[in-house]
T-cell receptor, first 113, second 114 residues
Framework: KAGVTQTPRYLIKTRGQQVTLSCSPISGHRSVSWYQQTPGQGLQFLFEYFSETQRNKGNFPGRFSGRQFSNSRSEMNVSTLELGDSALYLC????????????FGPGTRLTVL | AQSVTQLGSHVSVSEGALVLLRCNYS??????LFWYVQYPNQGLQLLLK??????LVKGINGFEAEFKKSETSFHLTKPSAHMSDAAEYFC????????????FGQGTELSVKP
């Protein structure tokens, strides 16, 4: 069974631009969560989607948004990019929502110049 | 609120020596606890999980962890370190009204000396 895939793997943007990251969960998994990883803040939860509905949201500004499609694939969008948004963005999928083990993708490395 | 503290941002052991990575958690509800490993330029791989069954949990690659409620700890151990164990390790907690949200510790970088 294929794992979680994320595209693109690397991305370079400039301040003020917007970016969309994509995540395809493991087949049959209906829950997708997103995390931001930076050297200073570590791993921080962004949001969780299940059956196209956002179930949980972390403490990030409204510039960070996401959505989930009927096939469970998910996208996250960051608008008006700032230098501090440079990070590894990780997507994780799980079979069901809430508290169960999550399987992570390889991440998208975003660099904002 | 739930939180995780990993003691020691860097741990260095010799090949063949015991690996002990410490994790303490704070949770007002019975937690789910996890250990993940991250190799350079990769995502997180689940090593093991505690979900209120056996308190001693065995994972992949010879790792195990023991849930001690009285000490609010979930330390990760491996009897004999291998060079390939060098990586960053993260302890995480979820559960209660946090749903599927994982709260991670700051991570411990494990170095293995030949």
């Amino acid at each position: 069974k294929a794992g979680v895939t994320q595209t693109p793997r690397y991305l370079i943007k400039t301040r003020g631009q917007q970016v969309t990251l994509s995540c395809s969960p493991i087949s049959g998994h209906r829950s997708v969560s997103w995390y931001q990883q930076t050297p200073g803040q570590g791993l921080q939860f962004l949001f969780e989607y299940f059956s196209e509905t956002q179930r949980n949201k972390g403490n990030f500004p409204g510039r960070f948004s996401g959505r989930q499609f009927s096939n469970s694939r998910s996208e996250m969008n960051v608008s008006t990019l700032e230098l501090g948004d440079s990070a590894l963005y990780l997507c994780a999928s799980s079979l069901l929502a809430g508290g169960n083990e999550q399987f992570f993708g390889p991440g998208t490395r975003l660099t904002v110049l | 609120a739930q939180s995780v503290t990993q003691l020691g941002s860097h741990v260095s052991v010799s090949e063949g020596a015991l690996v002990l990575l410490r994790c303490n958690y704070s949770s007002s509800v019975p937690p789910y606890l996890f250990w993940y490993v991250q190799y350079p330029n990769q995502g997180l791989q689940l090593l093991l999980k505690y979900t209120s069954a056996a308190t001693l949990v065995k994972g992949i690659n010879g790792f195990e962890a023991e849930f001690k409620k009285s000490e609010t700890s979930f330390h990760l151990t491996k009897p004999s370190a291998h060079m390939s164990d060098a990586a960053e390790y993260f302890c995480a907690v979820s559960g209660g009204n946090q749903g599927g949200k994982l709260i991670f510790g700051q991570g411990t970088e494990l170095s293995v000396k030949p």
